[in-house]
C-alpha cells in the first residue's frame, strides 16, 4: 500500500508570511493523483488543491500552490499570504490511478498568529 | 454548489442502541463513501457505493451496516456499538468512483457511545 508522510506534525506562520508545508509518499506507480485537503476547527474537510501526476506543471489555486517533484516523491504545499482562516490541520492524499481509496498522511496543524 | 449533508451533527448511543447516520448530496455525484475518523488522526475509508451498489468494503464490523436508497443519499446504520467506535463518521462524494475524481466532504458526524 501507498503510505504518504508529513513530517512536520505542527506548523507556525505569521499573518502575511509564507509557508510551506511537506508531504512525501511512496508508489511505484506512475500514474497517481494527489491532493491537499484542509479540516478547519468545524471539522469539514475542504479541498485545497489536487495535482495530476501526468502533469509537469503545479497546480495553483489562489495563494496555494504546490511544488511536485515526481522523481523525488515529494508533493509540497505553499500558503502565500497567510491569513487567520488558514488556520486549520492540512492532510495530503494519494489516490492510486486504479484505485478508490484516498490514502491521507497524518496531517501538519497550522497555526497562523497576528 | 459542492455541499454534502450530515445528519446529526452529534450523538450519543448506549452500546444496546441502534441509530442512524444520514447523508446527503444533491450534485448528481454517483459514488460515495463512508469515512471514521478518530481524534488527531487521518480518515480512513469503511465503505464505497457506485451507482448505489456497495463497491467497497474495508474489512468493517458488520455493526455497522450501510445503506444507499438513492442516488442522492447514503446511509450508516449502526447497532451493537463499542466505545471505541467513538468518532468522526465523514461522507464524501464524487462525480464517479473513478480516481481522477475529487472527493467532496461533508462536515461529519460526532459520534459518542457510552
Known amino acids: 500500500a501507498q503510505t504518504v508522510t508529513q513530517s512536520q506534525p505542527e506548523m507556525s506562520v505569521q499573518e502575511a508570511e509564507t509557508v510551506t508545508l511537506s508531504c512525501t509518499y511512496d508508489t511505484s506507480e506512475s500514474d497517481y493523483y494527489l491532493f491537499w485537503y484542509k479540516q478547519p476547527p468545524s471539522r469539514q474537510m475542504i479541498l485545497v488543491i489536487r495535482q495530476e501526476a501526468y502533469k509537469q506543471q503545479n497546480a495553483t489555486e489562489n495563494r496555494f500552490s504546490v511544488n511536485f517533484q515526481k522523481a523525488a516523491k515529494s508533493f509540497s504545499l505553499k500558503i502565500s499570504d497567510s491569513q487567520l482562516g488558514d488556520a486549520a490541520m492540512y492532510f495530503c492524499?494519494?489516490?492510486?490511478?486504479?484505485?478508490?481509496?484516498?490514502?491521507f498522511g497524518k496531517g501538519t496543524s497550522l497555526l497562523v498568529t497576528p | 454548489d459542492t455541499e454534502v449533508t450530515q445528519t446529526p451533527k452529534h450523538l450519543v448511543m448506549g452500546m444496546t442502541n441502534k441509530k442512524s447516520l444520514k447523508c446527503e448530496q444533491h450534485?448528481?455525484?454517483?459514488?460515495m463513501y463512508w469515512y471514521k475518523q478518530k481524534a488527531k488522526k487521518p480518515p480512513e475509508l469503511m465503505f464505497v457505493?457506485?451507482?448505489?451498489?456497495?463497491?467497497i468494503n474495508e474489512s468493517v464490523p458488520s455493526r455497522f451496516s450501510p445503506e444507499c436508497p438513492n442516488s442522492s443519499l447514503l446511509n450508516l446504520h449502526l447497532h451493537a456499538l463499542q466505545p471505541e467506535d467513538s468518532a468522526l463518521y465523514l461522507c464524501?462524494?464524487?462525480?464517479?468512483?473513478?480516481?481522477?475524481?475529487?472527493?467532496?466532504f461533508g462536515p461529519g458526524t460526532r459520534l459518542l457511545v457510552l
Open positions: 450534485m448528481g455525484h454517483r459514488a
Open positions: 457505493y457506485s451507482y448505489e451498489k456497495l463497491s
Open positions: 464524501a462524494s464524487s462525480t464517479s468512483q473513478g480516481a481522477q475524481e475529487t472527493q467532496y
Open positions: 492524499a494519494y489516490r492510486s490511478a486504479g484505485g478508490y481509496a484516498l490514502n
